[in-house]
Structure formats: C-alpha cells, structure tokens
C-alpha cells in the first residue's frame, strides 16, 4: 500500500486548522504556511503521477479494511494528472490573492486549503459515498471563499448558491440510495461488477439513480438546463475565488468521466452507456448558451463566466461520444480551459482594480495603468479560450473535432464547435475592443483607487498564461501521456483488480 | 408501512419543494431543512423496511436490518445540519446588508460586490 496517496488529503486538512488556530493574527505567517503547503502539494502530485508510470493503478484502504466494505482511496493516471492540475492553478491563485485580497476578510487561506483538501479527495475517493462527503467539503470551504471579502450582491449571490448546490446534495443522496437500494454496495469498483448483473425488474430504478447522479455532475459542471447559477456566482465572487472555482466545474466533470466509464460504462450490460444520449445533446446546447452569452456580456466578469460554460460545453460534447479518442481530446481540454478560464479572471481583476468607477463594464472609459500590458494579456487569454492558433485552446478544439470524426453526431459537434467558436471570438473581440482599444480614444487617465500591487499579480497571471503555452509546445508528449489516460479509463479491469480482492468477488452484503 | 414511509417522504419533498420556489429566504431555509428530512428518511429506507431485526449479524438470525444506510444516513444528518447552519448565518447576512430576503438577483445586482 503506497502512503504517499493519502497526503495530498492530510496536509492540507492540518495546515488548514494550523493557520487558523495559531497564526491567525500574522497575515504573513499565513501566507508562508498556504503558500509552502500548496508548493508542496504540487510536489506531491508530480510524485504520485511519476509513480503511476510504474504502477498505474494504486489503491489506499483506509484503517486496512478490506474493499467494498471500507473506504477505500485509489489513484490512477487521470486522478493524479488532476491533483497536479489542482495543486497548480491553486499556487497561481494564491501568489495572486495574496497581494491584498486574502487580507479583505477573514479565514481566506483556511478555507482555501480545506477547498484544496476536498477537491483532491473527491478525484482520490473510490466510493460513491465519499465522493458526495468530499463535494460537500469543497462546497462548503467554496461558501466561505464566495462570499469573502463581503457586499451585499455577493452575500445575496452566495444565498443563492448554497441554496442550489444544497438541492444538488439531496439529489446526489437520493441517486446513491436508489443505486444503493438495488445493488448493495457503493464502492466504484464493487458497483462496476455490480450493476451488469441487477435483476431487469431493479433495473429502471438503478438507472433513475445513475440519471440523477449524471444531474447533479452537471450543476457542478454547468451544464444546460443547470448552468444558471454560473454567471451570478462567478461574476460576482471575489475574482481569485472565481479563478480558482475554474477547477470546480472540472469535478463535475471529472464525476461524469469516472461514474459513466467505471460503472454504467460498455460492461454495465444492459445500462451500459447511460450517460451519452442524454450528455450529448445538453452539452451542444450548453455549448450555444455559452457562447451566445459571451456575445451578450456587459462586463468582462460576465464574458469570461459564460465563455467558462461554453467550454464546458465542449468539453463535455467531447466526453459524452465515449471513445478513449474522444475523452483524451477531452481531458486535453479539460487542461487547456482550466488554465486558461483561470488567467482570464486574474486578468479581469487587473482591469477591475485599474478602472476606478467603471471596474470591468464594457464602456469606453480613460486609459488607466499599464493599459497596454494588460491588453496583450487579455488577448492572449482571449486567444486561448476562443481556440484561436497558436494557443492550446486551437489544439484543444482540433483535437475534439478530430475525437468524434467516427460518432454519427459528428456533423453536430463539428458545425456547433466551429459556429460557437466564431462567436465567442466576436464576444471577445467586442469586449477588448471596448475596455481597452476604445478607451485609448477618450482623454484623460483613471487614477487607480488603491495603491497597485508590485508584480506578484502578473507572475500568477504569466503561470497560468505559461501553462497554456506550454501545453501548445509540448501537445505532442500531452497527448501521448492523455491517451494513456483514456486508454486505462476504457480498460477498467486493471482498476477493479487493484481495489477488490484477489480472492474472487465477495457477494452483495444484502440478505 | 412501505406506504406510509413512502407518503411520508413524498408529502415532505413537496412541502419542501414548494417553500424553496417562494424565493424568500426564512421559507428556502424550511423548505431546505424539509427537504432534506425526506432525503435522509429515503436513504435510511435504502436498507429496506424491517421490524425487529439485529443490525448487526447475529447468531440464530436469518435475517438482519441492513447497517450501512444507518451509517450513510448519519453522515448524511451531521453534513446537513451543518449546511443548514451555514445557509442560516449567510441568510441573515444577506439580509442585513440588502434590506430584503429576496433569494433572486435583480439585474442591478450584478456586479455591485466590487469592492
């Protein structure tokens, strides 16, 4: 049994407490220790992910007891390259944060800890249990960290979003006790042997409960018709909190990729491929809204939000054909939109913070500092999120094209992908265009309100734009490495084996 | 009793339905706590209905009440309480600060958090 797995969930859930115990009065001695932890997380993940080269699927059983009857932890190529993922947009949005907005309210690097820890646990977790307890330890850190700092829009935009994702965590209870009902068990592994062999009479209520599991996925990854809450939350979060919540609609994603290839994946007999008909067309549609929404944007926040839906739409568009071709296009722009999602609202802070009265509207209004650095970081954000070359968004997109050549919805995903791709590219072209082309036309300079902060903004802005361009060098070994990641996603033996006992399948522990 | 529990159940989520769509914010938190009550009654039942069975395997016993819903079921209780805490204080927060218990955003809303 390797340790190393359960530390990306112990340290930061000691940390955590550390900080907001003993050095809660020193805003610096804070930053040390969330900065040095979440360094150390990345280390970790880079760890973990190197000893998936060896051995690619590696199970925890905590307390040793046995699988499915304990809870059970297992780390395999797609968990460890998110824990990275994780680790490293988190470091971006600390270095960012910790020019000013972690000292705007209380408990900021607390809470952004426990949101790391529960984050990691639910891509570590092999139990459809903890993965709900997990969601609800990311959430509940994300209330905290959406409402920091304070106002009364954000805190009515906060009741709003506690109150959907807590309709969300009595759905995902009820799909778990319904799949719970008719197979007895929970465990990921234990189910994926599990559910080929339900009686065809339990049948219809094991897929009501796969269903509507694949609903709450999809609030938390924004899909159509449950992507309302995006816009206000993420528009009106603190914009750190709201770079680092790019990475909470990939757990939604990461939940569908998991759920829907393990257990109703091709050897889930007759509920086999349960999520793709109704995944494919929610994903076009949200692709639209999206993108639509970009164009309709009256403030950059907004822009960006709805472009964050939009590539959610293509991501998903790309997962929900269910070919290792298509889902390592898929996870290949899971990495890309991340990044770039992430850059995009550090960048919308730079400008908020500049333009004094008219923060991130799309008005013409005077020049403000550093005008033009900021607007070749936008476009360059702008370019990797529209999928325009040479930026990973371009590759990302050709790669889903090139995925689901062989789906016969091919013709869909192509024309939708390539019109909502003009859209947004319009959107965007229309909001730079106004805060920062139309502005150099009006006289004057907006005086910022507060003093600027040194350069550590722009170094989190430059990781994360770094990271999209390293992905557009290096595409050809990602890609190589993401298709591994695929390919163990659709050989689900080696996954089952690891975490079950040798000794033959034990029996369902119902009566 | 499968009819009862199952009326039972059902008659709470609609109640509890019903009192999250007024959109004001003291009848969502009810209509949270209401569904959630539905919710963790359902998931107890998971384990199927028995009387008088051991929770725990038993010599002399065919049968037995199923133990994990339990466990699931208290996880469940001790998450939503908390939850519930949390929703009440940021209720009230949002209340103090905007004068009104509205849950919606209005469109002059948007945007108005920038510090």
């Known amino acids: 049994m390797n340790h190393w797995i359960i530390l990306p969930l112990l340290l930061p859930a000691l940390v955590a407490p550390l900080i907001a115990l003993a050095v809660r009065h020193d805003i610096v001695l804070q930053r040390i220790f969330s900065v040095s932890s979440t360094v150390i997380l990345l280390v970790l993940g880079a760890i973990l992910m190197w000893s998936t080269a060896a051995e690619p699927v590696q199970s925890y059983h905590l307390g040793n007891w046995i699988a499915p009857f304990g809870i059970v932890l297992v780390l395999d190529r797609l968990a460890a390259m998110l824990l990275v993922l994780t680790a490293g947009l988190g470091l971006a949005v600390l270095l960012y944060a910790i020019n000013g907005w972690d000292a705007e309210g209380r408990h900021f690097h607390p809470l952004f800890q426990f949101q790391l820890m529960g984050i990691n646990g639910a891509f570590l977790t092999g139990d459809l249990f903890n993965l709900f307890v997990f969601f609800e330890v990311l959430l509940i850190a994300s209330y905290g960290l959406m409402v920091h700092a304070g106002g009364a829009a954000r805190m009515k935009a906060g009741v709003q979003y506690v109150t959907i994702n807590l309709v969300g965590s009595g759905l995902f209870l009820i799909g778990v006790g319904l799949i719970y009902s008719v197979t007895g068990t929970l465990n990921m592994a234990h189910l994926a042997t599990e559910v080929g062999r339900v009686d065809a009479a339990d049948r219809a209520l094991l897929e009501i409960g796969g269903l509507l599991l694949l609903l709450v996925f999809a609030v938390k990854a924004a899909l159509v018709p449950v992507q309302f809450w995006l816009p206000g939350t993420y528009a009106n979060a603190p914009p750190p909190v709201a770079a680092l919540f790019a990475i909470m609609t990939k757990v939604g994603a990461y939940a569908i990729i998991r759920v829907y290839t393990l257990i109703f994946g091709a050897d889930a007999g007759a509920s086999a491929n349960l999520a793709g008909p109704w995944l494919l067309p929610a994903a076009l549609v949200t692709m639209v809204i999206g993108m639509a929404g970009v164009l309709a944007a009256r403030r950059l926040g907004e822009a960006v939000a709805f472009a964050v839906i939009g590539s959610m739409g293509t991501l998903l568009a790309a997962v929900s054909v269910f070919t290792p071709e298509a889902m390592s296009a898929a996870l290949y722009y899971l990495l890309h939109s991340t990044v770039a999602g992430g850059a995009l609202f550090l960048i919308v802070d730079l400008v908020n913070q500049r333009r004094t009265g008219y923060t991130d509207l799309l008005r013409a209004a005077p020049p403000f500092a550093h005008t033009g650095f900021i607007a070749a970081l936008f476009l360059l954000g702008a370019m990797a999120m529209t999928g325009m070359p040479p930026l990973s968004g371009f590759i990302g997109k050709l790669l889903v094209l090139d995925g689901v050549r062989e789906s016969s919805y091919a013709v869909w995903i192509w024309g939708l992908v390539l019109v909502t791709s003009l859209l947004a590219i319009v959107g965007f072209a229309r909001a730079g265009t106004t805060v920062f082309w139309k502005s150099a036309a009006v006289g004057g300079y907006l005086e910022p309100a507060r003093p600027l902060a040194p350069a550590l903004p722009f170094v989190a802005v430059g990781i994360l734009l770094g990271a999209s361009i390293v992905l557009t060098a290096f595409a050809g070994p990602v890609t190589v490495y993401l298709d591994t990641v695929a390919e163990q996603l659709y050989n689900p033996t080696g996954y089952i084996e690891t975490v079950l006992p040798t000794s033959g399948h034990p029996e369902g522990v119902r009566p | ?115």
């Open chain 2, 1 to 115: 009793m499968e009819f009862l529990v199952a009326s039972a159940i059902g008659i709470t989520m609609a109640a509890g339905v019903y009192l999250l769509l007024r959109a004001r914010t003291l009848p969502v938190v009810l209509g949270l706590t209401l569904v959630t009550y539905a919710v963790n009654l359902f998931l107890f039942i998971t384990g199927r209905l028995t009387i008088d069975q051991p929770p725990v395997l038993h010599q002399g016993h065919e049968n037995f009440a199923d133990p994990l819903p339990q466990a699931l079921v208290l996880t469940a209780i001790v998450i939503s309480f908390g939850m519930t805490a949390v929703i009440v204080v940021m209720a009230l927060k949002a209340y103090v600060e905007s004068d009104s218990d509205h849950v919606d955003l209005h469109p002059d809303d948007h945007g108005e958090a920038d510090s």
